[in-house]
Structures are given as structure tokens and as C-alpha cells.
């Protein structure tokens, strides 16, 4: 081996301690790139093959009922390439041993297996076959979460009977590969199911002869990226048919929620590692400084020996690069550990595949390190840049002695003097070395950020589960009906065992219109006063229901471009051209994007209705055995076509988001604290390595090893408050951003900042550098007094 | 010794510029060595004897004058920086008063620094036997004492196989016997391997060991001697 990099190598068993700390910050960034890269590639490499495997359709158009023949006018749009009608019904099953009633959703298929648009993945068992009519295929989660097997029988309440199906298989679809039935944000497997039966017995059960009230369909190339043309006019063909929803692919509930996530990995893609790789840049560029301020005479023997420039300058790089190199590989291979653990642990808990691509991706990994020695070489640059300044005769002179100049404070004398002479001792090395110190605030403050941001996140997430369940919407369960009953349902309803309290709710989807602009939403008819979903503003106060006229959410009256008393038309969907001019008597500025308020009477009246009720909202008593009869009572109800329950997805969300949150809690305190402690050890390290003659001085006064660690620990002590009072405010910048971003048109999160995050923050920070001193004070300890007394420069 | 000059110093003067501050350090210097010339510099402290040495090793070009080596074949002065690398690569070896060693690297490893730079350059073994330390090779520079340090830097410098060897203050920091020791080992390399020494001292003692003494003073040749009969290393005493 060359002798150089014999000297590299012992240089760098030397540092290993200091070197360790750069290399895991660097390793942190880079497994954070390879980790959520490769993440990000999973999903989209999974999401692409089960697309195209299962023909995912571009749109899907829900009509109250349409003859299949008159579908072929589809064919005269210019963009539509394919498609295909479907019969799709809620329902609600009856499962043995199971309480409560559980909803899903029941799909016809041809009866036999071909490539259709929206097809299945069968995953046990088989597709139909022809020996039974009422053979079922049910979706692989919930068969799972459920124990079912093909061979069992189900019993599913569907138009108000009940009916038995065989289970021939299970299977999976593009279409629901994240499933959140009945309004939740989590999927919760277990409660809802789909089920695909044959269409001539979908056709038989629900009476649509030739008939269907879906319409899936694939878009010819240049329409799909802007599909909103087509969709149009599809709308205008269809809509003699009633046309209740028009939902391209973008705004199909899956396909949203992966999409977003696969949107958010792209984002956190590039900020976490950038974080994690300036400031080892930031450090690794201070430590190389140093070695080539240590190394001056060698590289001034070096040039005289007759070694070029060039020579010179690849050796130092070499320092980065190894560090670079080191960092990148550990990274690269804990960031593909990473994401198989999340791919296989996590997003396959969250997500529905038939397969969830695992892989490394060479291209990935190999881009980490690349990354990594790049931020590596460019933190090493100003060290290099100075070694080439040097020329060798000025290498050869004795340095100039440091320049003992006066700080800033020592002008105000009568202050500098009261101070003791550790904080003074402290202040000097700050103001000395201000790169360093800079640099070591800037490395806080990154710290204090990413920590603030993901508190902050964790905040927001659970004032919005709270503001959604204490504030919104607090009923044990809501009853849906397949059609609007009379009152008589309600009473009877709330005559049931157990319930303590019940509110009437009628839902009426609609199309508001205001001059161009239209939206299709839901109103909610409330009585005044209700008490289990409550209209309140983003303050939590209710909004007084207006007993004529519509109480609109803001963002609603924003698209739609109305005011308080504008007039808007009100089409109900199932209801053509029965235009009525309603009044907008409210705005609520809600967390909730869409939606729309009416006094239950007054809709009733604009609907023609009396008395009418869809849905009920009730709370039940406390007790497991009344509440088992209650539920057991309403699985014998076939009116009742869906069950939801606020009390339940809330338990859901806090179990899952609360294990999940705190995982990543947990892992970016360990990340936020490696940037504290990896910076503080470093610099005080390099802080000791030049004040040695000072400090043994100090000794020999009779200073003892404590009372010299404490000078240090003050002076990382000051740069980390510098650092918290920066990143503080960065972090709750940039967690406002993110809330904004991440929030949509269906829902706003709302940015709350707790104290307790605050305080997390400022105890993390402040710990982690107080760890730090642990081998700082060892390396004070084992220090070689004499030798550092005897310097000869 | 022969009669073929190496190295011509013609008119060479230095003039530091600081800022807006001007330092002349050598004004005028002219001086003629011959191959296999042993030639010690003498001067009190700052009368620019480095400045010179480091004007004719080419770390550092004269303010106006020439420098020739091996005249009239190359003239240093006026060399491009890669140029003065080559040179220093292939024809100087320097010696300096704290021997500026490479502290993470044995003595053998130094010394193959500077080796494998040269074509011609010799074994480090062989070097190291050469200062007389062929027992110490596998030994860091902080396992040895400053006298075998200085060996090792004089094993580093010749190594190389250079014609000229320039050495600062070589005996500087070191005590009598060893400083002793250590211009023996020049005074040998000069004598049976025939490589012309310039040595710079502030110690006049030494000037008597040179074939050439030059006496310098606040930048200015005050005098040159020829001295026929230098007296060996071990007869010097300070
Ligand atoms: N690079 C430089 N910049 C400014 N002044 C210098 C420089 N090098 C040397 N000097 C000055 O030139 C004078 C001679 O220095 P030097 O050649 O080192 O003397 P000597 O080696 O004889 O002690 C000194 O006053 C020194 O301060
Ligand atoms: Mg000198």
C-alpha cells in the first residue's frame, strides 16, 4: 500500500470516534433517501403492475338505472376507449357470531373469467363455476379477517331480504387496495366487505333486466391526463339516467388515499435526507478544516518533497471520500432494510395487494451513495482549497500566533467582568471560532426543527381525531336506509333496547349550482339543536342551523362563489330536472370542506317529502349485554342497509394512528438526536484538540477535569439554545406548511401547537447534548497534560 | 568537489509584500556552488537564509535576479509552478530543523514517501542504512528521539537519489553530540556518495566543516570563503 494511504487509514482509525458521528448522520440521511425511495418505488411499481393486471378504469359513473343497450351511445364520445356497466349495491351482512351488522358492497361480474376492466386477482378457491347460482367471491381482507373460506356460506341483507351464497373464492381488486368503508380514514378490513356476484343473479336480486347502474370505462390516451372534457359529456349522455357521481380515477377513493401517500413519500424523499446531509456536510467540512490546519507542515514537507498539487489534493479528498463512501454504503443497506420492514410490515397492513413488490433498486441504492460522497466531497472542499493556497515556504513558517482579540462583550466591561471565568472562557471559544459555532447552531436548529415538525404533525393529527369525534360527530352509531322512510322509522328505532338517544338525519345527494359553477355534494338535514353531529366552525363552536335556506362550509361557498343570501340551485341526483332556488342563509369555516347543513324539516320540504328520514344517529347505553341485543335486533332489521359507528372508527384511528405516530416519533428523536450529539461531540472535540495548551495550563492552576468539562459544556450549552430558538420557529413554519399542503378540499387539518411539544423539544435537544459530554469528558480525563504543555509551536 | 557549477545565484533579490507593507529580505545575492560542494550558510536569526535556501530548492520565486541550475541548462527562477514541482521532485531533498515527519507513519514509511516518487530513488532500507538506522524502521517518529528523526528526514531527503541536498538548521533542536552526529552523516553523504550539501546555520562553529562558508547579514552576502581544509563534524564543538 501506498504510504499516503497507509497514512489516511491510521488517520482515520484515529478519528473514528468523531468519524462514527458524521458517518451515522450521513448513513441517517442516506437511509432516509434509499429508505423512502425505494418505498416510493415499491408502491408505484406495485400500484403500475396491479393497474394494468386488473384493467383499472379510468372513471366510474354511478346512474340510478340505465339499460345496458343504450350504453352504446358512449361509443360516439371522441376519448372513451372502453368500458363497461356494472350493478353495485350496498349492503349489510349477517355473520354468525359476529354483534353488530356489518356493511359492504355487493358487484356484478360476467360469468366468466375475462379480461374486464376492474377485474379481480382471485386469491383462494376459484371464479364461478357453473354449478351454483348463488356462488360469491368475496375480497381476500376481509374473507381473512373474517375466516372465511370458499366452501363456507355468507348471509347477506340486501333489498331488504336476506339470502345465503356459496363462497366459491376470494379475490382482490385494483379497486380497492385501500378500502375505507362508511365515511372512516382508516381501513378497517374486518367491517367491510365486497362481494362479487354473477350478473344475471345481480340482475335477478335487485330487478335490473339488461339493466346496471355503474359504468366503468378506460380513456383513450390523451384524454386520461385530462380527462375532465370527456367525463362532461359522458355526464350529459347519461344523464336522463340520473347521474349521482361522475369520479375520475384521481378522485376514486383508493386510488386517493395511495396516491397520496405515494405523493407524500416524494416529498419527505428529498427533505429529511437533505437535512441530515447539509449538516454533515456542515460538520465533516469543519473537521476537515481542522486536520489540514493540524496537517500544515506535512503538506508544506509534501510540496517541498516534490509532490504536486494534484497528488496533494486526492490524498485529502480521500478523507471525505471514505467518509462519504462509509456513510453512503450503511445507509444504502439500512435504507433497503428500511423499506422492506415498512413494505412488508406496514404498508401491507395498510394497502391491499396481491403481490407488493419488494426490491432493491440498483439505481436507488447506487444514487445514495453517490449523494452521500458528493455532500462528502463538498464538505471536505474549503478544507482542500486550503491545502492548495498553501505554498510550501509559507507551510514551513512557524504559524502566526491566533490573534488574541477581544470579543464584542468585553467592551462593556462592568458586564465581562461580573461573568466568571469558565463563561468567559466559553464566550471566547464561541466568538473565536465563529464558522464552528455557526455551524453548530445551524445543526441544532435542523435538529429542533425535524422534531418540532413531527410533533407538531402529531399534534395536528390528533386535534383533528379529536376535534372530528368530541366536536363533529359523536354518535355510537348511525343507521342508513336503503330509501327515505317516515317518521314512524325513527320512533321505532329509538324504541329499541339500549338506545339512550336518537337523532333523524336525512341525506340528500345533490348537484348546487351557482351561475357556471356547480358541485355535487351531500346535505345533511339536522334537527335544530342536534346533539350527535354538530356543525361547528374551526373554533369548535356550533353553527346555528338556519331554519330556511343552506349552512354551507366555506370552502364549499368558495367554489361555488356564493355569499351569505345568494340564491343557488338545488337539484336533488335521483331527481331530474327538478330544479329548486334555495337560499344560503350560512357560511360555516369548517375543518370539513364539503359539506352542507339544512334544517331536516326544511329539506324535507324542498324535497317534497314529509317527515322523511335516511338515517339515524344514536347513542346507546354503556352496557356490553343491552348494547349485543341492540345490534342483535338491528341485524334483524333488512331496512337497514348500512351500520357505522363514530365511537368504533375513532377506537380504530387512535389504534392505529397512536402505534403508528409513535414509531415515528420515536425514530426521529433517535435521528434528531444523532444530528445534536453527532455536532456538539464533534466541535467540542475539535474545541479541546486546540485549546490543549490553554486548558493544561488551566489544569496546572489548579483547575480540576469537571470544572474544565463544564467550560465546554457551557459553550455547547449557549449554541444549543441559539440553535432552539432558531429551529423553533422553522419548525413551526414548516409544520404549518405541511398542514396546509397535506390538507384537501374534503377536509382541512388544523395547526395547533402544544406546549408539551415545545418542551419535548428544548428536553431532547438539550439531552442529547448533554450526552455528548460523556466522551468529552472522558477525553478530558485520559488527556496528556505534560505533552500538551510542551507544545513546540 | 569539481569544477561544474550547479547552482548560480545571479542578483537575486526578495522583497516580501504584507498587505501594503513591503519586507525586503535579499537584495542582490550572487553566488556560485559546484557539484559536491559542501557549503554552509551562516547568519544570525532573520538575516533571510531561509528566504534563500527556499529561492534555490524552488519553493518560492526570487522578486527579480536569476537562479540557474546546473547553468546554463534550466533557469528556476523562472519555472511555472509545475515546473518547480518537477524540479524539486527530481533534483533537491530538503532537510528542516524539526524534521517534519509524517507522525502516523514509521520511520521506513516516511522515508518511502519521498522514494516513490523518483525513478531513480533508492530502496528505503537502503536509505535508512545509509543515516545508520537500520534498526529503528518500524519505529513512529514520536518511539524515537530527535537525533533519529533528523536521520530519517536526512533517509527521506536522499532517498530520492537527488544531486543537491538543502538542509535549514538541521542540528537546530538537537543537542551537541547528536547534532554532531547528524552532520557526520551529511558530511558522509557529501563525501562517498558526492551530493552537494548547502547547509544553513546560525551557529558559526559549524561554518569550519564547509568547503564553501557564506556569511550573510540582514540579506546581503557579507563574504564567501573557499575553506581547502574543512575539519571533520566531530572536531566542531558549540
Ligand atoms: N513569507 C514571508 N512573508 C513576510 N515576511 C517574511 C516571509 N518569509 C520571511 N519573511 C521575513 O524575512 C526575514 C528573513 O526570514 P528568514 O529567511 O526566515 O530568516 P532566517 O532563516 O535567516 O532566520 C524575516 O524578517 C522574516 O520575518
Ligand atoms: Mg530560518
Known amino acids: 500500500m501506498k504510504p499516503l494511504n497507509r497514512k489516511l487509514l491510521r488517520e482515520l482509525f484515529r478519528a473514528k470516534g ?417 464558522m464552528r459555532s455557526l455551524a453548530g447552531i445551524f445543526a441544532a436548529s435542523m435538529g429542533t426543527m425535524l422534531l418540532m415538525v413531527v410533533l407538531l404533525m402529531y399534534d395536528s393529527m390528533e386535534e383533528m381525531m379529536d376535534f372530528q369525534f368530541t366536536k363533529i360527530l359523536v354518535n355510537d352509531f348511525e343507521i342508513g336506509f336503503k330509501d327515505p322512510r317516515g317518521y314512524g322509522a325513527f320512533l321505532e328505532t329509538k324504541r329499541m333496547p339500549g338506545v339512550d338517544y336518537a337523532e333523524p338525519m336525512l341525506h340528500i345527494a345533490c348537484t348546487l349550482q351557482h351561475e357556471h359553477r356547480e358541485k355535487k355534494v351531500t346535505v345533511t338535514g339536522l334537527i335544530p339543536g342536534s346533539r350527535l353531529t354538530i356543525p361547528v366552525n374551526t373554533e369548535g363552536d356550533r353553527e346555528p342551523l338556519p331554519t330556511v335556506g343552506l349552512l354551507l362550509s366555506k370552502r364549499l361557498a368558495e367554489i361555488l362563489d356564493v355569499g351569505v343570501g345568494d340564491q343557488i340551485w338545488f337539484e336533488p341526483t335521483d331527481r331530474e330536472e327538478e330544479l329548486k332556488k334555495v337560499p344560503v342563509a350560512g357560511i360555516i369555516n369548517s375543518y370539513l370542506g364539503l359539506s352542507a347543513y339544512a334544517d331536516i324539516d326544511y329539506l324535507n320540504r324542498i324535497v317534497d317529502y314529509e317527515d322523511a328520514v335516511n338515517s339515524i344517529q344514536l347513542k346507546t347505553v354503556r352496557d356490553p349485554t343491552v348494547e349485543a341485543e341492540f345490534l342483535r335486533q338491528l341485524k334483524n332489521t333488512p331496512v337497514v342497509q348500512s351500520v357505522s359507528s363514530a365511537r368504533h372508527d375513532r377506537q380504530l384511528l387512535e389504534e392505529t394512528m397512536t402505534g403508528q405516530l409513535m414509531i415515528s416519533l420515536s425514530i426521529t428523536i433517535v435521528f434528531a438526536g444523532m444530528i445534536f450529539f453527532g455536532s456538539v461531540l464533534n466541535s467540542s472535540l475539535i474545541s479541546l484538540s486546540e485549546r490543549e495548551q490553554e486548558i493544561a495550563t488551566l489544569h496546572v492552576l489548579g483547575y480540576t477535569t469537571r470544572e474544565i468539562a463544564r467550560m465546554f459544556l457551557q459553550e455547547s450549552l449557549i449554541l444549543n439554545l441559539v440553535g432552539l430558538l432558531v429551529g423553533l420557529p422553522l419548525g413551526i413554519g414548516l409544520g404549518w406548511l405541511m398542514c396546509v399542503s397535506m390538507g384537501t378540499d374534503l377536509f382541512r387539518i388544523p395547526f395547533v401547537i402544544k406546549p408539551g411539544s415545545i418542551l419535548i423539544t428544548i428536553v431532547v435537544g438539550t439531552g442529547f447534548t448533554l450526552l455528548a459530554h460523556v466522551p468529552l469528558k472522558r477525553s478530558i480525563d485520559r488527556m496528556d497534560w505534560v505533552s500538551a504543555l510542551n507544545v513546540k509551536e | 568537489m569539481s569544477d561544474k557549477t550547479i547552482i548560480s545565484i545571479q542578483n537575486v533579490s526578495k522583497t516580501f509584500v504584507m498587505g501594503d507593507v513591503k519586507v525586503p529580505v535579499l537584495h542582490s545575492v550572487n553566488l556560485e556552488i559546484h557539484e559536491g560542494d559542501f557549503v554552509v550558510i551562516v547568519g544570525p536569526s532573520g538575516s533571510g537564509k531561509s528566504t534563500l535556501l527556499n529561492l534555490i530548492g524552488g519553493l518560492d520565486r526570487p522578486t527579480s535576479g536569476e537562479i540557474w541550475f546546473d547553468s546554463p541548462d534550466q533557469k528556476i527562477s523562472g519555472f511555472s509552478d509545475s515546473e518547480l514541482t518537477a524540479y524539486r521532485r527530481e533534483h533537491v531533498g530538503f532537510v528542516f530543523q524539526f524534521y517534519n515527519l509524517v507522525p502516523t507513519l514509521t520511520a521506513t514509511e516516511n522515508v518511502q514517501v519521498a522514494s516513490e516518487l523518483s525513478h531513480e530513488g533508492m530502496p528505503p532500507e537502503e536509505a535508512l542504512n545509509l543515516v545508520g538506522l537500520e534498526h529503528r524502521v518500524e519505529h513512529f517518529p514520536s518511539q524515537m528521539s530527535g537525533g533519529e528523526q533528523q536521520r530519517v528526514a536526512i533517509a527521506r531527503a536522499i532517498a530520492k537519489n537527488p544531486r543537491v541536498l538543502l538542509c535549514d538548521e538541521p542540528t537546530g533542536a538537537l543537542d551537541l553530540s547528536t547534532g554532531r552526529s547528524i552532520l557526520g552523516v551529511l558530511h558522509r553523504l557529501n563525501q562517498e556518495l558526492g551530493k552537494t550539501v548547502i547547509l544553513i546555520t546560525h551557529n558559526s562553529a559549524i561554518a569550519e566543516m564547509g568547503t564553501l562558508c557564506v556569511h550573510i547579514g540582514s540579506g546581503t552576502i557579507a563574504s564567501k570563503e573557499s575553506n581547502p581544509h574543512p575539519v571533520s563534524p566531530e572536531e566542531i564543538s558549540w
Not at chain 1, 389 to 404: C, D, F, H, I, Q
Open chain 1, 18 to 434: 468523531m468519524l462514527a458521528a458524521i458517518i451515522s448522520i450521513i448513513a441517517a440521511g442516506v437511509l432516509f433517501f434509499v429508505g423512502m425511495a425505494s418505498l416510493y418505488y415499491n408502491l408505484e411499481t406495485s400500484r403500475r403492475l396491479y393497474y394494468s393486471k386488473c384493467r383499472m378504469a379510468d372513471f366510474t359513473v354511478t346512474v340510478k338505472k340505465m339499460p345496458v343497450v343504450e350504453l352504446e351511445q358512449l361509443h360516439e364520445i371522441k376519448g372513451v376507449s372502453e368500458f363497461r356497466p356494472r350493478i353495485l349495491f350496498p349492503v349489510t351482512v349477517d355473520l354468525p357470531g359476529v354483534e353488530r351488522p356489518v356493511s359492504g358492497q355487493i358487484l356484478s361480474l360476467p360469468e366468466e373469467p375475462a379480461p374486464i376492466i376492474n377485474n379481480i386477482v382471485i386469491r383462494k378457491g376459484s371464479y364461478f363455476t357453473d354449478s351454483l347460482s348463488s356462488e360469491i367471491i368475496l375480497n381476500d381482507t376481509f374473507a381473512t379477517e373474517r375466516d372465511l373460506e370458499p366452501g363456507d356460506q355468507i348471509e347477506l341483507i340486501l333489498n331488504e331480504r336476506k339470502e345465503v351464497f356459496h363462497i366459491v373464492g376470494t379475490a382482490l381488486s385494483s379497486e380497492y387496495v385501500y378500502v375505507v368503508g362508511g365515511g372512516g380514514i382508516v381501513p378497517d378490513p374486518a367491517n367491510f366487505g365486497i362481494f362479487y356476484i354473477k350478473e344475471s343473479l345481480a340482475e335477478d336480486l335487485f330487478n335490473y333486466q339488461e339493466a346496471a347502474n355503474q359504468v366503468v370505462g378506460i380513456l383513450e390516451e390523451p384524454s386520461r391526463k385530462q380527462p375532465d372534457d370527456v367525463l362532461d359529456r359522458i355526464e350529459r349522455k347519461l344523464e336522463p339516467y340520473g347521474v349521482s357521481a361522475v369520479t375520475p380515477l384521481e378522485d376514486q377513493s383508493s386510488h386517493f388515499f395511495l396516491s397520496s401517500e405515494i405523493e407524500n413519500l416524494k416529498t419527505v424523499v428529498i427533505i429529511l435526507p437533505g437535512i441530515f446531509l447539509t449538516v454533515a456536510a456542515i460538520i465533516l467540512n469543519i473537521l476537515m478544516l481542522r486536520l489540514v490546519e493540524q496537517q500544515r507542515t506535512i503538506v508544506g514537507t509534501l510540496k517541498a518533497i516534490g509532490y504536486t498539487n494534484r497528488e496533494i489534493l486526492i490524498h485529502y479528498l480521500k478523507f471525505g471520500g471514505t467518509i462519504g463512501l462509509c456513510g453512503g454504503a450503511l445507509g444504502s443497506t439500512l435504507g433497503y432494510l428500511f423499506a422492506e420492514v415498512m413494505t412488508k410490515h406496514v404498508y401491507s397492513k395498510f394497502f391491499a395487494f396481491p403481490k407488493l413488490v419488494n426490491q432493491p433498486y440498483p439505481g436507488v441504492l447506487l444514487t445514495g451513495v453517490v449523494i452521500s460522497l458528493l455532500f462528502s466531497l463538498l464538505g471536505s472542499m474549503r478544507g482542500v482549497t486550503k491545502v492548495m493556497a498553501l505554498s510550501p515556504a509559507e507551510a514551513m513558517r512557524p504559524k502566526p500566533p491566533v490573534r488574541g482579540r477581544r470579543i464584542w462583550l468585553e467592551k462593556w466591561t462592568g458586564l465581562w467582568k461580573s461573568l466568571t471565568l469558565q463563561t468567559q472562557f466559553s464566550l471566547r471559544g464561541i466568538s473565536r471560532n465563529r
